[in-house]
């Protein structure tokens, strides 16, 4: 369980608190994006 654990908290939460870390100023721009580019290697 906790390899899991340690699994989602890099591979989803990571990416989940980027995403709210920078969606804010992206959302006050004409256009934005954010890209995830992920490997399936760990």
């Known amino acids: 369980m906790a390899d899991?654990?340690?699994v989602m908290d890099v591979n989803?939460?990571?990416v989940m608190d980027t995403y709210q870390a920078f969606l804010p100023h992206l959302l006050k721009?004409?256009?934005a994006a954010l890209v995830n580019a992920s490997s399936m290697q760990s």
Do not use: D, I, K, T
Request: proline share 11%; charged share 35%; aromatic share 22%.
């Open 4 to 6: 899991a654990e340690r």
């Open 29 to 31: 721009r004409p256009v």
């Open 12 to 14: 989803f939460w990571g």
